[in-house]
């Protein structure tokens, strides 16, 4: 019989249980079959492994009552586990631990047990059939994981070789599916029995008397899946290991190196048979060599040959050879150079024979009598040769070989070296000098390097390589070399600790200083770096490493870190990190604690996310939070609700889950009575009362930020701080995860909190909040809300909220804006979750569906698609109205939701009793989508109907808008000759039709997508067919094929030839789908679909144009070039593409010189995509630009054939004839790939050196562009220690006198070309001074080229730019005439040019600029008086070439600039600022003067008393000037910016009483720029401004310093307040710098280290400030209350119950990252404050009453009005269109806010406020009527009332109600 069947256990449990019913044990067995069945049912491993472990529990406990059982009565148990364990066998591990319970149940009846697993294994298969898939799983699991099946098989061997063997001869014969994995099974299975019986089937193969037939016959059948039969690379190369299995069991060596060499010389002599020990079976005949069976020879006997075999003597050699050595090597290096496709495989076989060997050496040693590795052996030459030329190869997971095989190479070279007392050792320092001499970018140089630190020493390492810590760094900011840096630093520290603990005293403490000589300066640098990526891996690959493997390191890196600044506050945060996770706990107190809580407000997210992470993480999940650790997440959390950065979401989320878990582990443990490590006696009541109070708040703090009224930023927060609670906090098992489940106690811990009024996750407020998300606008929030609906909420919804929620959904299916449709598909998949077949009957589902009651999903999806049909007969009357009303995209979306996005609709559709009706239904879905797609599409083409021709060439837009315009007359009643006005923008009509088809057409294509995924499930029941028969899916594929071919997406049709007569979106659709296609190929296998593909469009895109093209039509060579480029962006198909590069890269060059634009725009296209696949992801996105770690030697060695390509078109370019045209379209394009490669290693014979000639050539092309390209693609081209060099005969070529110059081009190639070897590369400091002395010395001898003798300027500017890279290399008299010829050139400007050229002259200005730059640098290299006055000099020309230059450089900063030339700068700046604001010549000019100005000024400490005597009084006519620019002149937001903040710097050091115009002039500047409505840049310049002066100004009218800038400071604050909350952060940020300097004491100096806040801190500052400082002033409380919007309550609730159809667009908000309903709960308890003041304050009490009587009765009237709409049943039915209301809730909000401080300030004002007309309340009247009207409110989820009484503790600030 077959392997037990699916059913089979089942029927043997089924049996079980009926046999044990009656007898004593049946409870424990039932309970173990319960537990195995839950096994068998159960999907997610983890599951399977929890039932699996129950299971053994039991069965341990039942073991006793079955051994007092006999056979009979045990047998039935025993017979179902192993069925069971049958079905197992594609999990290793279930095997395993089924087979650890049946061996528990079988203790004493182990014969019983042999028999039964006998009896199942010999029916696997009869005698002569093919075993099948499931047969050889089980024969291997058998075989690998029981003794018994061992057992069995042992004594059954003859029999299951022949079974192998019959199965491996009908796989390759048959040839099963691509994907089939039969043969490898096969393979294995043999593999295996060789494993695992090697005893037994030895007489078979080496004894002439046991010779086995049938393994004579298996083993042919392996070599012919070995030579390639079979054609799965995987299970070829499992043969490989298969055959070698069989040779290890040779009785002898000798024996089995002879059988191992027979097969070795097989592919290369051409036998026709082998002779296996006494085997022999025929030579298979290889049908197409492709050198793989020698890869899967040595392979397999590299993994598990013995040793004594690969080292035995052979006899057929000469000399005294084995097999390791002398064949198993030259096939390892013949395989690395040939086999391109399978490199991981062959350089894996490296990485095994260098193990292989390092084993052997005794043997092979003994065997040769010499050293194998001498320094001039050839093998070591070719082994270095080896693993260096593979080491930079790109394919994955090879690294691991190469770094494994340079540190078996080293360690078998010293071995030698110590065996045979070798003390010369020159391999190291070879070693070592190549390492040094490759670039940092190299990744390949850190591996060998990390092999070479232990034989070398650490010190000579340092020595040699003195930028190393340099380099380091730099590969710390690039994620790709990080890993390597580390390795590196690891390794130096490591051997450093190794050389100082040789038996020295104080080991330690020296170790620690030694590192702090060495390493603190690189590793202080990284953790204070502004790169988060430097930080980050800094801190996680080498502090915490450091801390442990040197403790001593702590104290100079807390000193190092003990700076105020926030670089060293973050630093320090990583440190405490660090020390924590080493320590446990790190309890923080006085000025630890106080810095912490520093970091937890300050601006940057990296500095707060890192103390968030010191707060909350533990190694210990039940370590308790200590009560400041949980004071300081109240304070933090609410005001980091809203930030807008995503990856800070997310890490605050997980933060967050952390600090959950270890609440609640150690909450557990104390309920236990398991008090935590580090807890004091007594402190577990207070511990678990706090535990159940922070969860409880931070339950609200969420479910409060959920409301509509609040921002994006906001919501999705609260949804993941609610999702990390519920996660926590609640026991809901979910079975698809692996971690995060809850523990098995919990209930215990929900008891305890519930019984104190706390936990009540699933509260009725809670689930509207949650509802309410649901409408949001953005996808996020809907789909995370509905996730957690779904996952953790009761089963299901109660009756009125789902028949309310229905209703609205129904209703937004039928909107035209895409979110509302959108919002109502993913209420029906919700509501279609969390409902059962009783709120099933409650819909008002169509009569169709509503028969179908018993199984929901098709009854949701029969009302979806009769809704469908519904609106396509709406379209197809009117498909205006029906866009507009009833679009067709919503149904769609929810059908697709409904369908494939809810695991029990695809649980029903596998149900015998449903298929045959889901049949029926998918058949009409994908039959109604055809009809749509089809009108759809014929509409946008005049053409109506599903009979519309589906091969009409695809419209324009043109043609489309003119189909609309059609439609939108016949929707509207009138003829098409009435033609409206042309207008520019789409009407909404336009808009409306638009949206429905695309939309709509872009549904059906996720849906039909989805559904055909469908076909993946598991089979249905045997008769009932596929849930989507054949004619279903071929209609589908009709449908995308229409859509492709008829919504401009051409390519299948335009790859045979031009049909459209557009040009817009070339082949935009196809190329996807050719790459889906195409991808889904096996990887494991040749990949031949794919090289045919790439052959086609290789030879299709190669043909040449038809005479008579048209540059209008889309051209099929065109098409193929886009699919090949898509096919190369791809990541899917990997290095599979790199085979067929070399032809690709041809064809684009070829490309790049067509006539067609439309070729040639493709063609770079394609170049482009072929760069980023072969150099892999740049390190920047500028021309040019050295790729990571790439070596030209090592691209060529990996691609030598494109390397003739490259060469070929150099060559091209070189060779042609003087008169010829010099333009070569793809010359352009090779320099810029060389360019972006890396100089290699020196070394003779480089294929690289073919290159130098033509670029060196090119230096003297007419062609600018083509010269400046050639000198950066030189520099990869040179090594670096060929550079010196060729510089020395690079400078020997220039002229040196005028009257050698025979062409200018070629003078300036020469020089652009030193220039680009001279210029030192990012991170290194290049050639020396004294290296370059000799290079120097030339240049000298040809100084004439800076003098006006050479007339082309560019070319004096090219020499200055190379002697400006030589600073310290020239002789003084040379660098006095440089500068005389500077002045000289740079004077004559000044005297209109008498003294130089007087006519205009190409590039002078560029030779000025240079000049300029060059005295700048000189004068801050040098801070020499003469220069720096000469520096200031040129600020003062007239030139403005000079000038301009002067001031780009001091804008870039690019060079140190040293402090004396900064402040002459500063001065010099300053002084002329009053005529440059007089003469305003040139806006860029001014521009860039006040952009320099401010730049060196950006430090406040900067301004000095000198500064402000150069003003000279001129300080207020500057002021007014700019001022006046700001009111009247609108020059333009960029200058403008730069006005407005000059005038502030200028401000920020003259305020005082006499400047009050100036500043309020200056300050309603700032208002009207900080608007909403202002653009980004000018509310950036009020930011700015308010942080430059805004600060003082405040500060100068406290405490009666200057009374009359107290209305300024007011409005300064108002401003600060009003653009800290503008919705770009870079506003805010700059805001928040503003309420910084205010803090903590407006009154106090500045102290030295200023921490700018978070903009909520900073918020809340200002807040404190105004009632602090400024609570008295009249104008406060009005000012502050204008933050509250005014909105009309009643008109919003009128307008929401209107039901009026929605608008296609909705009118945004001019910023919608404010939130009033947030600010408005920040500034309740300000306010109420305020009006405490009142009664001892006249002006205050005067505003209180002048706002009570403006507001206070409308107030009265909106509370009553909401008391009276929400107390009424009508309600609730508009109740879930109201909840998801943004405007509602913010009314609601605001007017809850107004409503309090009314009460406030009723009670505070006494009998003042009687005398307001229209209140007639008292306070305790309003407050019961607020509390009520609160209450009703929130049972409608419009408003939130905190439960005091719930939550112990306090419930954090005000804010966290926002």
């Not at 003829?975 to 009509?989: K, N, P």
Request: proline content about 6%; overall charge neutral.
């Amino acid at each position: 019989m077959a392997a037990v069947p699916a059913a089979g256990a089942e029927r043997e449990a089924r049996a079980c249980a009926a046999f044990y019913g009656a007898l004593g044990i049946a409870q424990p067995v039932l309970s173990c079959l319960r537990c195995l069945r839950q096994f068998a049912g159960s999907t997610a491993k983890r599951c399977k492994d929890k039932h699996l472990e129950e299971a053994l529990l039991l069965a341990r406990a039942l073991s006793e009552g079955l051994r007092a059982l006999g056979e009979a009565e045990a047998r039935p148990l025993l017979r179902c586990v192993l069925a069971f364990q049958m079905e197992a066998t594609g999990s290793s591990s279930s095997f395993q631990k089924l087979e650890q319970i049946v061996t528990q149940l079988a203790v004493g009846k182990e014969a019983l047990l042999a028999r039964e697993v006998g009896t199942l294994l010999a029916g696997l298969a009869p005698q002569g059939e093919v075993l099948s898939p499931g047969d050889l799983q089980s024969v291997c699991m058998f075989m690998e994981e029981s003794s018994l099946g061992r057992q069995h098989w042992r004594q059954n061997l003859g029999p299951l070789l022949q079974r192998l063997a019959t199965t491996l001869r009908w796989v390759l014969q048959s040839q099963p599916a691509p994907g089939s994995t039969w043969g490898y099974l096969a393979v294995k299975a043999c593999l295996q029995l060789f494993q695992a019986l090697p005893k037994d089937v030895a007489p078979l193969v080496w004894s002439a008397a046991g010779k086995s037939e049938a393994l004579q016959s298996l083993l042919g059948l392996l070599l012919e899946v070995a030579w390639g039969k079979a054609p799965n690379k995987d299970t070829r190369l499992l043969a490989g290991t298969a055959l070698s299995m069989l040779v290890n069991t040779a009785p002898q060596p000798e024996r089995g190196a002879s059988a191992v060499l027979a097969l070795f010389q097989l592919p290369d002599q051409g036998a026709e048979e082998l002779k296996f020990g006494e085997l022999v079976v025929e030579v298979p005949p290889v049908l197409e060599p492709d050198g793989l069976e020698k890869l899967v020879l040595t392979r397999g006997l590299l993994t598990c040959c013995k040793m004594d075999i690969l080292s035995c003597e052979l006899e057929s050699f000469t000399h005294k050879a084995c097999l390791l050595l002398d064949v198993v090597f030259p096939t390892v290096c013949a395989l690395t150079k040939e086999q391109k496709d399978c490199h991981y495989y062959c350089f894996q076989a490296c990485a095994l024979w260098l193990q292989r060997l390092r084993e052997s050496l005794p043997a092979v040693w003994r065997l040769t009598g010499t050293r194998i590795l001498a320094q001039d052996t050839e093998l070591l030459r070719q082994l270095t040769q080896l693993v260096w030329d593979n080491a930079e190869t790109p394919v994955e997971g090879v690294s691991e070989f190469i770094h494994s095989s340079f540190r078996l190479l080293l360690e078998i070279y010293h071995l030698e070296c110590q065996h045979f007392q070798d003390q010369e050792r020159p391999l190291y320092q070879q070693m070592l000098q190549r390492v040094v001499s490759m670039p940092w970018q190299i990744k390949a140089r850190y591996v060998p390097l990390c092999a070479i630190i232990p034989y070398v020493g650490s010190q000579q390492v340092l020595d040699a390589y003195p930028d190393l810590p340099q380099h380091l760094l730099s590969c710390l900011s690039t994620n790709h070399l990080c890993p390597a840096a580390t390795e590196v630093y690891k390794a130096l520290v490591r051997q450093q600790c190794a050389e100082r603990q040789d038996g020295q005293r104080g080991a330690e403490a020296a170790l620690a200083e030694q590192w702090t000589l060495y390493w603190l300066p690189l590793l202080s640098q990284a953790l204070c770096s502004p790169r988060p990526i430097l930080q980050s891996n800094a801190t996680n690959h080498l502090l915490a490493w450091t801390l442990r493997q040197l403790p001593a390191t702590q104290a100079p890196l807390a000193t190092q870190f003990s700076g105020q600044d926030t670089a060293s506050l973050r630093a320090w945060v990583s440190l405490l990190k660090a020390q924590k996770s080493m320590a446990g706990s790190l309890p923080l107190r006085g000025e630890a604690l106080e810095r912490l809580s520093c970091c937890l407000g300050a601006r940057e997210e990296s500095i707060r996310l890192a103390a968030l992470g010191l707060l909350c993480c533990s190694p210990s999940t039940n370590q308790p939070l200590l009560g400041s650790e949980v004071q300081l997440l109240r304070e933090f959390l609410p005001l980091n609700l809203n930030c807008d950065s995503s990856s800070f979401r997310q890490l605050l989320q997980a933060a967050v889950r952390k600090a959950l878990v270890r609440l609640r582990d150690s909450s557990l443990a104390q309920l236990r009575g398991k008090a935590p490590r580090g807890t004091e006696p007594g402190e577990g009541a207070g511990q678990l009362a706090q535990a159940v109070g922070f969860v409880e708040w931070l339950l609200q703090l969420s479910i409060t930020s959920l409301s509509p009224g609040s921002n994006y930023q906001r919501k999705k927060t609260g949804l993941l701080l609610l999702a990390a609670v519920l996660e926590t906090c609640t026991d809901t098992w979910s079975p698809d995860r692996k971690k995060g489940q809850p523990p098995r106690t919990m209930a215990v811990l929900l008891s305890y909190a519930r019984q104190r009024g706390c936990w009540d996750f699933f509260s009725q407020p809670n689930l509207l909040a949650l509802l309410s998300c649901l409408q949001d606008s953005t996808n996020e929030i809907r789909d995370l809300a509905s996730e957690l609906l779904v996952r953790y909420f009761p089963a299901t919804f109660p009756e009125p909220i789902a028949l309310a929620l229905f209703q609205l959904a129904q209703d937004a299916l039928g909107s035209p804006r895409v979110q509302e449709a959108e919002a109502g598909a993913v209420l029906m998949k919700t509501i279609l979750q969390k409902s059962d077949s009783s709120t099933m009957k409650s819909l008002a589902l169509e009569a169709e569906a509503a028969l179908t009651l018993p199984n929901r999903g098709l009854c949701f999806a029969q009302h979806l698609l009769h809704m469908l049909q519904a609106q396509y007969a709406a379209a197809c009357r009117d498909l205006l109205q029906a866009a507009a009303s009833a679009p067709m995209h919503g149904a769609i979306a929810a059908l697709r939701r409904c369908l494939l996005q809810v695991p029990e609709v695809a649980t029903s559709m596998r149900a015998a009793e449903l298929a045959q009706s889901w049949q029926e239904l998918l058949t009409r879905l994908v039959t109604m989508v055809r009809d749509i797609t089809s009108f759809l599409l014929g509409a946008l083409q005049s053409q109506q109907g599903p009979g519309a021709d589906e091969q009409a060439a695809a419209p324009s837009f043109a043609d489309m808008g003119n189909a609309i315009g059609s439609l939108i007359m016949l929707g509207k009643g009138r003829g098409q000759e009435e033609e409206e006005e042309d207008s520019v923008l789409l009407s909404e009509e336009h808009s409306l039709i638009l949206t429905c088809c695309w939309v709509s057409v872009k549904e059906i294509g996720l849906l039909l997508g989805g559904l055909a995924e469908l076909l993946l499930v598991p089979a249905l029941p045997a008769g009932l067919g596929p849930l989507l028969p054949l004619p279903t899916l071929q209609t589908a594929a009709r449908v995308f094929q229409e859509i492709l071919l008829r919504c401009r997406h051409w390519g299948l049709e335009a790859l045979s030839g031009p049909r459209s007569s557009s040009i817009t979106r070339r082949a935009a659709g196809f190329p996807m789908l050719f790459l889906c296609i195409v991808s889904g190929e096996a990887p494991a296998q040749a990949r031949p679909l794919l090289t045919r593909c790439v052959q086609t469009l290789l030879a299709l895109a190669t043909t040449a144009l038809p005479q008579d093209w048209d540059q209008t039509l889309d051209l099929p060579q065109v098409c193929a070039l886009h699919v090949l480029q898509t096919l190369v962006r791809g990541t899917g198909l990997g290095s599979a593409l790199l085979r067929h590069v070399t032809p690709m890269v041809a064809l684009a060059l070829r490309g790049l010189s067509s006539p067609c634009w439309a070729m040639r725009n493709a063609a770079i296209q394609l170049f482009s995509a072929l760069t980023s696949r072969l150099l892999g992801q740049q390190w920047s996105r500028g021309e040019g630009c050295p790729a990571e770690g790439v070596s030209l030697q090592a691209f060529l060695g990996q691609h030598p054939q494109l390397g003739t390509v490259l060469l070929g078109e150099l060559g091209a370019a070189t060779g042609l004839t003087p008169g010829r045209p010099h333009l070569r379209p793809a010359l352009h394009a090779v320099l810029t790939l060389l360019a972006q490669l890396q100089p290699g290693a020196d070394s003779p014979g480089s294929p690289s050196a073919h290159f130098l000639g033509p670029l060196l050539e090119l230096a003297g092309s007419p062609i600018y562009a083509v010269r400046a390209m050639a000198a950066k693609a030189l520099v990869p081209v040179v090594p670096p220690p060929q550079r010196q060099g060729l510089l020395l005969q690079l400078a020997r070529q220039l002229p040196a006198t005028p009257g050698w110059v025979r062409s200018h081009n070629a003078v300036h190639g020469c020089l652009l070309q030193m220039r680009a070897l001279l210029a030192p590369p990012a991170g290194t400091k290049g050639l020396s001074a004294e290296a370059l002395r000799p290079v120097a010395l030339q240049l000298e001898a040809r100084g004439w080229l800076l003098t006006p003798a050479q007339r082309c300027p560019l070319i004096r500017a090219a020499f200055l730019q190379i002697v400006a890279l030589l600073p310290s290399s020239f002789s003084p008299s040379f660098t006095q005439s440089i500068h005389a010829a500077i002045s000289t050139e740079l004077g004559s400007l000044l005297l209109g040019g008498k003294l130089g050229c007087a006519e205009l002259q190409v590039g002078s200005a560029i030779l000025h600029q240079t000049m300029a730059h060059f005295v700048c640098s000189e004068a801050a290299r040098l801070a020499d008086g003469e220069r720096i006055g000469a520096v200031c000099s040129l600020l003062r020309q007239p030139n403005p070439d000079v000038q301009l230059a002067v001031l780009s450089w001091v804008i870039a900063g690019e060079e140190g600039m040293c402090k004396e030339l900064e402040k002459a700068l500063r001065l010099t700046l300053l002084e002329s600022l009053g005529s440059v604001l007089r003469k305003r010549r040139d806006r860029e000019f001014l521009r860039l003067y006040l952009e320099a100005l401010l730049h060196l000024y950006r430090d406040p400490s900067s301004w000095s008393h000198e500064a402000s005597c150069k003003l000279q009084g001129s300080s207020a006519a500057c002021l007014e000037t700019l001022l006046h620019m700001v009111e009247a002149e609108h020059p333009g937001p960029d200058l403008l910016f730069q006005v407005l903040c000059a005038a502030s710097l200028l401000l920020a050091h003259r305020v005082g009483a006499e400047d009050g115009p100036l500043v309020e002039r200056w300050c309603t500047a700032l208002e009207d720029c900080s608007r909403s409505a202002s653009s980004e840049v000018l509310r950036l310049a009020a930011a700015c401004s308010l942080q430059t002066a805004g600060a003082n100004v405040v500060r100068r009218s406290l405490h009666g310093a200057c009374p009359s800038l107290v209305p300024v400071a007011l409005r300064l604050i108002n401003v600060g307040i009003h653009l800290l909350q503008d919705e770009e952060r870079e506003v805010r940020h700059k805001a928040s710098g503003f309420a910084s300097l205010l803090r903590p004491d407006p009154g106090e100096p500045l102290p030295g280290g200023c921490v700018f806040v978070q903009d909520n801190v900073g918020l809340q500052a200002l807040l404190q400030l105004l009632l602090a400082e400024f609570g008295e002033h009249p104008e406060t409380f009005d000012s502050l209350l204008r933050h509250l919007p005014v909105l009309d309550l009643r008109g919003i609730v009128e307008e929401l119950e209107t039901n009026k159809a929605a608008s296609l667009y909705k009118e945004d908000e001019p910023n919608v990252f404010a939130e009033p309903a947030a600010l408005a709960q920040q500034l309740l308890p300000i306010l109420l404050q305020l009006l405490e003041k009142a009664p001892t304050s006249s002006p205050l009490c005067a505003s209180a009453l002048r706002w009570l009587a403006a507001v206070g009765p409308g107030i009265l009237r909106d509370l009553r009005y909401c008391k009276h709409r929400w107390s009424q049943e009508a309600a609730a039915r508009g109740g879930m269109k109201a909840l998801g209301c943004a405007k509602l809730h913010v009314a609601v909000a605001v007017l809850l806010v107004r409503a309090r401080l009314v009460a406030q300030a009723l009670q505070v004002l006494g009998e003042s406020a009687t005398t307001v007309p229209g209140l007639g309340c008292s306070t305790q009247e309003l407050e019961q009527e607020l509390m009520l009207v609160q209450e009703l409110l929130a049972q409608h989820g419009l408003a939130h009332v905190l439960s005091r009484g719930n939550a112990p503790g306090e419930l954090g600030p005000p804010s966290g109600a926002a």
